[in-house]
């Protein structure tokens, strides 16, 4: 068995996570997500201005402080930081460690940036083009003898598969194993959220201390155990596993570059507070083809939003959309400009912030000048002449550029992927042999059937949703997900879940979130979960860059899902008599 913990889910998270890892106990291996499709933008706009720039700025600070450390501990670190550029990471951590008077072994892998192919591949105009590698890289380099590896565009769980990969000696066919070792990269790579962090049950935890990275356990079976350092803050319980194993996903397969894993095989387990076994994880042969994430430059956009209080709402929305369409029509019009009224506003209102409501105005433009000075001034100058009580949250600033992202698949077999030590021998991976069509790779295993509705029907109560269940929410692209479930302590989950499967179709769904009235969706029920997954194709638009909705990376959906009343059967209910 080994340990592998995280110190990282995100480009910004907690800088004293690597230190605080390292000093909390005993580790074989650490690891680090930096990468989003908004961080790959970010560092995009990063290497326009440097050229030697391009990879996690916060990654360095960490391993400044900490590499000697992990060095004393026998601790390897495995990270994705190295973004767009991870030879000039790898080139910047010799550095400090020969400084540091440290010997170090540093490889990198690289070959997902396809930038210089992007005609080749019919890419359009791009600013970032990275393909998803796998974890064979990483697993060639610990082999290697690396005690760093740093890596460009891998998949987020290939920094966890990798080190398994090398310690056991797992082949390309070990399929359940490496399945095994995708989910807990899957649960471990965004750091504290698989410990009580943007947990729906959070007030069942104990959030007064910093909340502790995770840590999995995995063996050469591909069983792991999810858990975290003693004395660290929040839990690791079955539910805030589940969260995380329904965080961002679509499917009952969950494809890789390396394996198809079969969300809909596991089974979770609370050996002992904060232990949470995973087992029964199998997987598949993975797909020819792996994803690309595009930016590309979108355009140029800006935004302001009124405060309307008090009576009349409507029509003071109305009177101040007339004045500033008339006016920005009149002089170089936006090539796009959306409205959003949000009635924040209740009646009677105690407060002034609860008699207010909130209209955003946002702008597109592909050049600048639409949405700069001649927005803000549209917007400024109707201060004395529109709607009574005309306040905004801020004045108007100038247009900002912003990106779009979109997703591409190119076959394996078209992707490099090397590793490169630190005496500059480069090594390419080979490609999967055993792949499955895409098509056949994306199916969902036929679930139970529903039991009898007499078993549930019945008297109903009118409650939040989210009185029965959890939730948690995300972004992938210009996509949404919504995983739902039943919290493992309820008394009758599997009843619950067949209520919540039956509940939850499409209907129900655009019923209950009317931004999805209009757009495609999926819903896979997760019975071994006990979750049903909703996927909202388009709701966050050309990405989070280019998004205009309140919430652009969907985090609060979840949430916002649970606040929905809805007639739930009160023998479902766990404490009916504490809802009336």
Not at 17 to 25: I, P, S
Not at 169 to 191: K, M, S, T, Y
Not at 289 to 303: D, E, H, I, P
Not at 321 to 332: F, H, I, Y
């Amino acid at each position: 068995m080994i340990r592998i913990g995280n110190c990282s889910g995100y480009y910004g998270d907690r800088l004293s996570a690597m230190r605080e890892m390292l000093e909390g106990g005993q580790l074989d291996y650490l690891t680090g997500d930096y990468l989003a499709e908004l961080t790959m933008l970010i560092l995009g706009r990063d290497r326009m201005k440097d050229a030697e720039l391009g990879y996690a700025k916060t990654f360095v600070k960490q391993m400044t402080e900490s590499m000697a450390l992990a060095k004393e501990l026998g601790v390897k670190i495995v990270a994705n930081a190295g973004g767009l550029n991870p030879a000039a990471l790898a080139a910047k951590l010799r550095e400090i460690a020969t400084e540091q008077g440290l010997d170090l072994t540093i490889a990198h892998v690289e070959g997902d940036d396809l930038i210089s192919r992007a005609e080749d591949f019919h890419f359009g105009t791009v600013m970032t083009a990275n393909a998803y590698l796998g974890a064979f890289g990483i697993a060639s380099a610990l082999e290697g003898g690396a005690d760093v590896v740093v890596t460009g565009r891998v998949t987020d769980a290939s920094v966890v598969v990798g080190p398994a990969i090398a310690e056991f000696g797992w082949g390309r066919e070990d399929f359940d194993q490496l399945a095994g070792a995708v989910v807990a990269g899957h649960v471990i790579e965004c750091g504290t959220q698989a410990t009580g962090g943007n947990f729906s049950g959070f007030t069942e935890l104990d959030m007064s201390m910093p909340l502790g990275f995770p840590i999995a356990e995995i063996s050469a079976d591909g069983t792991v155990v999810v858990t975290k350092h003693e004395g660290t803050g929040g839990a690791v319980t079955v539910d805030t596993v589940t969260a995380q194993l329904v965080y961002e996903v679509g499917s009952a397969v969950y494809l890789g570059p390396d394996v198809s894993t079969r969300l809909d095989t596991m089974t979770l387990t609370q050996e002992a507070p904060d232990r949470v076994a995973i087992t029964g994880v199998t997987g598949e042969a993975p797909p020819e083809t792996t994803k690309v994430c595009l930016n590309a430059f979108g355009g140029f956009r800006n935004s302001v939003e009124f405060l309307l209080t008090g009576l009349d709402v409507p029509a003071k929305a109305e009177l101040i959309r007339t004045q500033m369409d008339g006016a920005l029509q009149a002089g170089n019009p936006p090539e796009s400009i959306e409205w959003q009224l949000d009635r924040t506003d209740v009646g009677d209102p105690a407060t002034e912030a609860q008699g207010t409501a909130l209209l955003r105005c946002h702008v597109k433009s592909a050049e600048p000048g639409p949405v700069g000075r001649s927005f803000s001034d549209a917007a400024i100058q109707l201060a004395l002449a529109s709607y009574p009580g005309f306040s905004v949250t801020r004045p108007p600033a100038g247009g900002t550029a912003y990106g779009i992202y979109r997703p591409a698949y190119v076959p394996q077999t078209m992707v490099p992927h090397v590793v490169v030590a630190a005496d500059g021998t480069r090594t390419d991976i080979a490609p999967p042999t055993t792949i499955t069509p895409i098509l056949d790779a994306t199916r969902t295993r036929l679930e139970a059937a529903p039991a009898a509705e007499g078993e549930w029907l019945g008297e109903t109560l009118r409650v939040p949703l989210g009185r029965l269940a959890y939730a948690r929410s995300g972004d992938k692209g210009g996509d949404a997900n919504v995983g739902v479930w039943i919290p493992e302590g309820h008394p009758d989950r599997v009843a619950a879940h067949d209520w919540l499967v039956d509940f939850l179709d499409e209907s129900t769904v655009r019923e209950l979130l009317p931004e999805a009235a209009t757009l495609d969706l999926e819903i896979h029920p997760l019975a071994n979960l006990k979750a049903v997954n909703i996927v909202i194709h388009g709701l966050l638009g050309e990405g989070v860059a280019s998004s205009t909705r309140l919430d652009p990376q969907a985090k609060g959906l979840g949430e916002w899902l649970r606040a929905r009343d809805c007639a739930i059967p009160t023998t479902l209910l766990p404490a009916v008599e504490d809802l009336l």
